[in-house]
């Protein structure tokens, strides 16, 4: 059974910063991996989907890499600004279109 | 507008009534789900179809929930009788196919008095 364990689960950071979110999972045979953000009191906006065959996705300031074999995708958000806090979720796409989350990262963005 | 719509938005309602979520996946997508969302579980997956046919409900109560897709642009969830602890956020996803992208309902968020 595929697990997704996302790391840290909060994360406080200064206006500006550069920062990393962790995601991994231990089933590598994934179709995969979408990084979701959601806002309080609403639904999950998809932000970035990175096939199985692919290394990296970029988005404006965001970046997300996938390391398939080990089983980890990182998410890379360059110069954060408070507008980006929010809970940032990763999910997984196995066999039969099965889409597994992680408990995801609760950042927040300080002035 | 291809976006998954979810209705009602927010319901209330007594324990031991029947509770009815609905679903509209984006046109042309052929799996969807059905997660719900609390403080303490997270995102937990409650069912999922792909071509209206159920691939998995193991994270469903069977005995008070039942999930089903009565044509392709409708997906039901249905809960009796709802209880205090169905309390949650309930969303619904579609992919399309092709191991794309999934989109998320805003979800129904559910209160049971």
């Known amino acids: 059974k595929q697990e997704v364990t996302q790391i840290p689960a909060a994360l406080s950071v200064p206006e500006g910063e550069n920062l990393v979110l962790n995601c991994s999972f231990t089933?590598?045979?994934?179709?995969?991996l979408q990084w979701f953000r959601q806002d309080p009191g609403k639904g999950l906006t998809s932000l970035l989907l990175?096939?199985?065959?692919?290394r990296e996705q970029t988005s404006g300031r965001l970046n997300a890499s996938l390391d398939k074999s080990s089983g980890r995708s990182t998410l890379y958000i360059a110069a954060s600004q408070p507008g980006d806090s929010a809970t940032y979720l990763c999910?997984?796409?196995?066999?039969?279109?099965?889409?597994?989350f992680g408990g995801g990262t609760r950042l927040m963005v300080k002035p | 507008d291809a976006r998954v719509t979810q209705t009602p938005r927010d319901k209330v309602t007594e324990m031991g009534q029947e509770v009815t979520m609905r679903c509209q996946p984006i046109?042309?997508?052929?799996?969807v789900f059905w997660y719900r969302q609390t403080m303490m579980q997270g995102l937990e997956l409650l069912a999922y179809?792909?071509?209206?046919?159920?691939?998995?409900d193991s994270g469903m109560p069977k005995d008070r929930f039942s999930a089903e897709m009565p044509d392709a642009t409708l997906a039901t969830l249905k809960i009796q009788p709802s209880e205090p602890r169905d309390s949650a956020v309930y969303f619904c996803?579609?992919?399309?196919?092709?191991?794309?992208?999934?989109?998320f309902g805003q979800g129904t968020r559910l209160t049971v008095v």
């Open positions: 089933d590598s045979a994934i179709y995969n």
């Open positions: 046109l042309g997508h052929n799996t």
């Open positions: 999910a997984v796409t196995n066999a039969g279109n099965m889409l597994t």
């Open positions: 990175i096939q199985s065959s692919q």
């Open positions: 996803a579609s992919v399309g196919e092709g191991h794309t992208e999934a989109f």
């Open positions: 179809f792909r071509n209206r046919a159920p691939l998995d």
